[in-house]
């Protein structure tokens, strides 16, 4: 009775959320009491559905109720602690959330202590005596406490699984656990090898890149000191030079208004002689007339041009353009120097926002001239239009393809990259390394006909050629194509770009050189194909 009495009391004043003694209660208005913390918590979850309930007797509350402090509550819960009120032993805890429960309690469950195989029922400590006081129940059988007893029941006997089948069962299960725990265990010391790898890789790409930027900074510190060297050259040379002509033209300047002052003179005497009408004193003075003294060759004075140093700003500006051109061709190279890591294979790639993670920014080659005489760029080099034929009167440069309306990227491609091409009628997409013959043969020149360059045709179907071998290709036509490149592996692909990247052709190599993307259209009167800019 005791033990009864104690644990009636514990009943009476423990918070049923908490299953602990009150703390700070709160009776609300169906007369329930909790600790003010676990009602708040229990009705901020309940704060979405806008209804406030007791989580005893389920009563609703509208709107959400003001909790006062029990204080008649408190102070006899604070009593009662003074006189050894303590919670109740764990065996008799109520069963929370993530217990099993007795199935035999009414009202508020304790937890199941055990859980029997044949009744396929759980049982708290008090439930539970008959199958230790009843030989009825000796052969049952006493687990841990289960939640999907069930499962015990033999789908094909609609009965409980005899306990020999369940541990040869185990038995099977077990081994198939522990495969699959090798497996797993394989696939993270894999896993933390690749971590391992990555993390060298994030070293390396760090250490990398600091020598790179300490080394470009060094020779671009001596580039430019070699830059301000000659610029002061230069202007030394010019300021020399400007000082020797300057002193040259007034050396001349002043030998020929000394001959004009004394041209003046002599006129002078010849006037005041001419007007002597003595004619004794004229024939007697006239050979006493100084003779003119030699008179400065007037071939040494000749006209120049207003501006002396043109041909200096020239060969400036000459060395301005070659080093543009040197920059800017490097560049990219240095740009695509910068080796990603493998974090994704090609093969795994499957949406356009996967493949644009390698997009590249390619413009058509100006600079070199690839550009055959009939074609016209546009859209910052990246739209090429083909022109009439007598738009061109004649070849000015040995580097334009002759036979064909072909251009090449300024770009050379390394690495792996993405580009899109969109035309408006029949195109030629192909990639071919830089030393692609210009003037040769048709063979030679034509992208796909050589060894040297390999070409999707987009005419009234798809073709792929290399090598002057021709490969039908099946699948929907359109009028934009996606290329990926993986030069390292390899590998060129040409995707249909729609909602999904639809793959059209795919070869597998080795690449010996940079390549550089190509262009080539098949018709006059303003045809066009675009290398598509990609955000």
Request: hydrophobic content about 30%; proline content about 3%; glycine content about 4%.
């Amino acid at each position: 009775m005791a033990q009864r009495g104690y644990l009636l009391d514990h009943e009476k004043f423990c918070c049923s959320i908490c299953l602990d003694v009150l703390k700070d209660p709160v009776t609300i208005p169906c007369g329930h009491s909790y600790c003010m913390n676990c009602i708040k918590t229990h009705w901020d979850e309940e704060e979405e559905k806008k209804i406030h309930s007791c989580p005893q007797c389920r009563q609703t509350f509208t709107p959400r109720p003001v909790l006062l402090k029990n204080t008649m509550l408190a102070d006899l819960v604070e009593e009662l602690k003074k006189t050894g009120l303590q919670a109740a032993p764990a065996d008799h805890c109520y069963a929370g959330p993530e217990d099993v429960a007795c199935d035999v309690c009414t009202g508020r469950k304790l937890k199941a202590l055990k859980s029997c195989l044949v009744c396929l029922v759980s049982y708290c400590e008090k439930h539970l005596q008959p199958h230790f006081e009843s030989p009825a129940f000796e052969k049952h059988k006493l687990v841990e406490p289960l939640k999907k007893l069930q499962e015990n029941i033999c789908s094909r006997h609609d009965e409980v699984m005899k306990m020999f089948s369940a541990a040869a069962e185990r038995t099977e299960r077990q081994r198939e656990l522990e495969v699959s725990r090798q497996n797993i265990q394989q696939r993270i010391q894999d896993r933390e090898k690749d971590v391992t790898v990555l993390q060298q890789e994030v070293e390396a790409i760090n250490r990398s890149a600091d020598e790179a930027v300490e080394d470009s900074e060094k020779i671009f510190t001596e580039l430019i000191r070699l830059m301000e060297k000659r610029r002061s050259d230069v202007k030394q040379q010019v300021r020399s030079q400007q000082e020797t002509e300057v002193s040259r033209v007034k050396e001349l300047q002043e030998k020929l208004e000394q001959e004009i002052t004394e041209l003046k003179r002599k006129d002078a005497e010849l006037k005041q002689l001419s007007h002597t009408e003595d004619h004794n004193q004229f024939l007697h003075n006239c050979p006493s007339v100084s003779a003119l003294s030699e008179s400065t060759d007037s071939s040494s004075i000749k006209k120049r041009p207003l501006r002396y140093f043109e041909d200096v700003t020239a060969s400036v500006s000459e060395v301005r353009d070659r080093l543009q051109d040197a920059l800017s061709e490097k560049w990219t190279d240095i740009s695509l120097t910068g080796r990603k890591v493998d974090v994704l294979l090609p093969q795994q790639l499957r949406t356009r926002e996967e493949f644009l993670q390698y997009a590249c920014q390619i413009t058509l080659d100006i600079h070199s001239n690839t550009a055959h005489p009939w074609m016209m760029l546009s859209k910052g080099n990246r739209k090429v239009t083909h022109m009439r034929n007598d738009y061109f009167s004649h070849y000015d440069s040995s580097t334009k393809f002759i036979h064909n309306a072909q251009v090449l990227s300024r770009e050379s491609l390394t690495g792996r990259c993405y580009w899109e091409v969109e035309w408006d009628a029949l195109v030629t997409i192909a990639v071919a390394y830089k030393d692609i013959s210009r003037s040769g043969s048709y063979k030679e020149c034509a992208f796909g006909h050589n060894a040297k360059s390999w070409a999707l045709y987009c005419l009234a179907k798809y073709e792929f050629r290399h090598n002057d071998i021709n490969t039908p290709i099946s699948g929907k036509r359109s009028h934009k194509v996606g290329v990926f490149l993986d030069h390292k592996a390899g590998t060129l692909s040409f995707y249909n770009v729609d909602e999904t990247m639809t793959l059209l052709h795919r070869i597998q190599t080795t690449f010996t050189q940079p390549l550089y993307a190509g262009l080539g259209l098949h018709f006059s009167g303003g045809d066009n194909a675009e290398l598509c800019e990609l955000k």
